[in-house]
């Protein structure tokens, strides 16, 4: 993630930046004192998955930091290019190397604290055949109890298992929007 | 908003950056060619509101470029340190002088082509005093007839418009995803 304040140059002309209140703007941005450019920090999306088998969902443990060695949903940065469900798609692929049909958007998850917006979308398993990227140690299909709650990597991880199986239970799938503090 | 290939200079240490695919990606992306960094450019978030008073809705007339002089929600880029919800009802104020009570998430529309992810809220206007900011010539209230659909300033202000007069008709309110070409 762009921590905030972190640029020190600009980025067309390579000149040093401070940080001030452009005119017609009422917030500190990295200003180039050269060129003048203003740089904008904003927040960054993360879209990913919940792949479901009948009653079960699909985890993947993190090969990579942070909380290396945790279970989380795929999920990733969204990219350039695409759709918040084509970045969905393209995280499910690369962390599990599973089979999806996206369904609905289910959860819209605030992360103020680190700058993020996490998206969410309900997925079919299409077969139970995965082959795990890089980014991931193992997959595995869980059932509600079998989630290894005090493992997961994320809350937003848990924000959305959480009403995942609530609404399952219900018989009903909504889209959930949350502030995760 | 930020155009992708568009950075020249490194923003930790303002050396010249080539684009290349890094280790342990698949994607080109900007790399200090002197200490390394990796530079992302992703997707921005635009954030705004439905403000309703009975059956019209509160629309603004563009002060700025791009799209001076046309008709729009209040809405803009959503900032660091603010939810989603938090950026929807800051644009609505600094660009309609608006008092409003925010309701539910209304449209999430992917616009893949300028890298943005547009989210509207419905609002309720509390009264009808606006104070348009320096970004709008002029705040009004509209009923559907009265929409000045020809002179909207952009497709997902105009699929969000739709979409809200529809579910108002039907007597409830959905939440709507789609993609904007």
Chains 1, 2 share one sequence.
């Not at 995965?130 to 290894?148: C, N």
Request: hydrophobic residues 40%; aromatic residues 8%; negative net charge.
């Amino acid at each position: 993630m762009l921590i905030p304040r972190s640029i020190k140059h600009c980025r067309t002309c390579g000149g040093a930046v401070r940080y001030e209140i452009p005119p017609d703007d009422n917030r500190d941005r990295a200003v180039c004192t050269l060129c003048h450019l203003v740089h904008y920090e904003n927040p960054l999306n993360v879209v990913g998955t919940v792949p479901a088998w009948g009653d079960q969902v699909l985890l993947c443990r993190r090969n990579i930091e942070p909380r290396y060695g945790l279970w989380t949903l795929p999920a990733g940065f969204m990219e350039l290019g695409e759709s918040t469900a084509d970045g969905a798609i393209r995280e499910t692929v690369e962390e599990a190397g599973a089979h999806i049909e996206l369904e609905g958007l289910f959860t819209v998850l605030n992360v103020v604290r680190v700058g993020q917006l996490h998206l969410y979308y309900r997925a079919r398993l299409l077969d139970t055949e995965f082959a795990p990227g890089p980014e991931t140690i193992e997959a595995g299909l869980f059932r509600e109890a079998e989630i290894p709650w005090s493992d997961l990597a994320f809350r937003t991880v848990r924000a959305t298992l959480e009403r995942y199986f609530e609404d399952r239970r219900k018989g009903s799938f909504g889209i959930h929007c949350a502030d995760i503090g």
